[in-house]
């Protein structure tokens, strides 16, 4: 996006004016004090910019390095080639530019340079007016000497309050995306991932900071922050005694020295920033906006209903079996039917988790007429044909006799089986270009020769224990879980731009990789391998905080349910599947007829809301973390239609019917109540009637059930 760059500001001592990076409605603002690049200010927009100017003695170093004497979180640490560790970087210049190709977007690049050494570092900035979003970047530059990276920063904020409360999401593998919001005491917080190729499971690369007082949803003073990067990450937040506080976001340092050659360019991920002068679910919408426009795939399709075989069936099926469930599928109203894990291999046949990940030939006597009868079947019922592949994995297969060399494994060691699914998976060298060409090959391979294949869901079953490649040489092993995510970047490209209408899902054991980085290849992605309905309360509100409901693929499955072993209502489960993308995860011969009519209906009102979900406004009520009960509501652009999904999560006998008061209506239109998927009662006294924006906003109406894991779904059409 270097075209049609204005002239470049250069450095003279105090006379630059400030450098404004600027949305509708929020701003970022640094300014030059002695050739030292600082940060004035980062919120609400300031009308008068300029005024920073008179001020600098307020701002603190916008990307400190180490060598500057500065004792706090640092953005930069290299060491150069005669071993000098230390850095000192002047302001040289900086230019901003117009998008070419969409005018929403304005690009900001500051050019600093090292006073001793022949190193440039670039800092990027790319502004959405609209989403009133920033994503930062770093580069480093290294003209005439190898270097090291020690430490880099994508994103390295200041903030000035006296108090912040962040509020984060954590969990493990089937207990993901648990919201988390605490006061920070002086000291640093440092939230990371060291598991190389699958990072979110326990920590999310995101966070809200609420400044003075705890935010509510539509009050409050809150930065928020994504990181986009699938790999080790590191967030560290750093409050002093005099109350100012360092945000420092990017990969994570540990054990990744990143060996930088003569003449090499080294970029960081993007970092992305909003900001809200009005609550947390600002911020929310605000990511929303901007992850729905520009990172995911086909933003503007309508998600369509899927039936994934994994927990119908698992790996014990044939082709008589897939046959009869993409019937079933296309009966209950599906539009994609999915075959997941256990459709190849030969030598090694994939029959259970052991063997096979490599090899993907088509099982012979599984499925003797390989994909062409599902292919036909789905054709034949209106519905599309999507298939499980895990490409970057490998374990006894015929790929593994004849590539040991593409193995990431540490030299002289055994492999650390014990922390590998089944004791078996290993995880293929992706630093290496060969690997790069493997791995797109199997998705290439497998849709050039089944074309009508418009589903394909990428899984990843394996942290990355082991640390060594058979590929970078021995003096540059810091690189490697670097090189990994954007060998896998480069994958993603590749088939993203060979096949941009196939829906990818992007799975890893559920929410391993729920970050921006990974997302801006996909249409959509798996949150939880916990698909228990009353877990998944708390999974997708958590997740939904920045991530939207149209990704968010959201299932209804068997009971007891196959993590937990918990048994909850089918139109619980329906209702909450429904918040989200929604899909189905049981095998339709197992259901009652009553079921399979149950399930039918509601998918069938779901296509007439989905528009709502997928593409409205998010507005949270009610916390299940607050309340016994958790309630939201979808609101379409025009506010013309809104959807509310409504979830006792706990029993109490000390519990009222549950009143839920709307937001993000209009004030003065009238909205008439109706209710989706309803049971044997009305949800709410007040179905069929109807009342103003305003009314529902301030008073609300009162629900009719009250025990755990009851539920509705009421839908808003304005009159």
């Known amino acids: 996006m270097l075209l049609a760059l204005p002239a470049i500001v250069c450095a ?113 900035y790319k502004a959405f007016a609209c989403e009133n979003v920033i994503q930062t970047m770093a580069s480093v530059v290294s003209r005439q000497q190898r270097i090291t990276i020690n430490s880099i920063a994508s994103c390295y904020l200041n903030l000035k309050s006296s108090a912040y409360y962040l509020s984060r999401l954590y969990g493990a593998p089937g207990f993901e995306s648990n919201l988390l919001s605490e006061r920070m005491s002086e000291g640093i917080k440092v939230f990371d991932s060291k598991r190389g190729v699958r990072n979110s499971h326990y920590d999310n690369q995101s966070f809200m900071i609420a400044l003075e007082n705890p935010a509510g949803e539509l009050t409050g003073e809150v930065v928020g922050g994504a990181l986009c990067w699938t790999g080790n990450f590191r967030m560290s937040y750093q409050v002093d005694v005099m109350h100012n506080c360092y945000v420092w976001a990017g990969i994570n340092p540990y054990q990744a020295g990143y060996v930088l050659l003569e003449g090499g360019r080294f970029d960081t991920p993007w970092m992305a920033l909003t900001y809200s002068p009005s609550g947390k679910g600002e911020i929310t919408r605000n990511f929303h906006d901007w992850g729905r ?96 592949i895990e490409p970057e994995m490998v374990n006894p297969s015929q790929l593994a006799e004849k590539h040991p060399d593409w193995i990431v494994k540490a030299p002289d060691r055994p492999p650390l089986m014990h922390l590998s699914r089944q004791r078996s998976q290993q995880i293929l060298d992706l630093s290496n270009p060969r690997v790069q060409d493997f791995v797109f090959d199997v998705f290439d391979g497998i849709l050039k020769q089944n074309p009508e294949i418009g589903y394909v869901k990428w899984d990843a079953n394996r942290y990355a224990p082991d640390h060594g490649s058979q590929y970078l040489p021995p003096d540059m092993q810091g690189n490697l879980w670097i090189d990994y ?82 048994v909850t209502p089918l139109k619980f489960r329906i209702d909450v599947a429904m918040s989200g993308r929604l899909g189905v995860e049981l095998q339709p011969r197992d259901m009652t007829p009553e079921e399979l009519k149950t399930i039918s209906s509601a998918i069938a009102q779901y296509k007439t809301i989905r528009e709502v979900i997928q593409l409205g406004d998010l507005y949270r009520l009610t916390s299940p973390y607050e309340d016994n009960f958790a309630s939201m509501v979808y609101v379409s652009k025009d506010r013309s239609q809104a959807v509310a999904f409504c979830f006792v999560t706990k029993y109490s006998p000390a519990q009222d019917y549950p009143v839920i008061r709307f937001s993000g209506l209009d004030p003065n239109r009238t909205y008439a109540i109706s209710e989706i998927n309803p049971g044997k009662s009305n949800g709410s006294p007040s179905v069929g009637k109807s009342f103003t924006g305003d009314f529902l906003m301030k008073n609300g109406i009162r629900t009719t059930f009250w025990r755990a894991c009851e539920s509705a779904v009421f839908r808003l059409n304005a009159k």
């Open 12 to 124: 003279q001592k105090n006379s630059t004016p400030v450098i404004a990076i600027e949305t509708d409605a929020t701003g970022l603002y640094l300014v030059v004090d002695e050739l030292c690049l600082k940060q004035s200010h980062y919120g609400a927009r300031v009308a008068d910019p300029g005024q920073f100017l008179q001020v600098r003695d307020m701002a603190r170093d916008a990307y400190p390095v180490y060598g500057s004497g500065n004792p706090n979180e640092l953005a930069l640490a290299i060491t150069h080639g005669n071993g000098n560790v230390t850095t000192m970087l002047a302001y040289k210049s900086h230019r901003s530019w117009d998008d070419p190709s969409d005018g929403n977007i304005k690009w900001t690049e500051i050019t600093l340079e090292d006073t001793a050494y022949p190193v440039t570092v670039l800092l990027t």
């Open 293 to 388: 426009k520009y990172m995911l795939n086909e933003p503007q399709r309508i998600r369509p209903v899927a039936l994934n075989s994994w927990e119908g069936v698992g790996m014990d099926f044939d082709q008589k079996t897939i046959l009869e469930m993409i019937d079933r599928a296309a009966d209950l109203g599906a539009e994609v039917f999915v075959l997941d894990d256990g459709w190849f291999g030969n030598k090694y046949p994939r029959n259970d988790e052991r063997n096979g990940l490599g090899d993907w030939d088509i099982n012979k006597k599984k499925l003797p007429d390989g994909f062409t009868k599902f292919i036909e079947r789905a054709r034949a019922r209106g519905i599309m044909f999507g298939i499980w």
């Open 485 to 566: 995510v954007k060998g896998l970047y480069s994958v993603y490209e590749r088939i993203v731009k060979k096949y941009p209408h196939t829906i990818i899902q992007l799975c890893s054991s559920g929410g391993g990789r729920v970050d921006w980085g990974a997302m801006g290849y996909h249409h959509e992605f798996w949150p939880s391998d916990n698909t228990d309905a009353l877990q998944r309360v708390y999974t997708q509100w958590g997740i939904n905080h920045f991530f939207p409901a149209m990704a968010t693929s959201a299932h209804i499955s068997q009971v007891p349910n196959h993590t937990t072993s918990g």
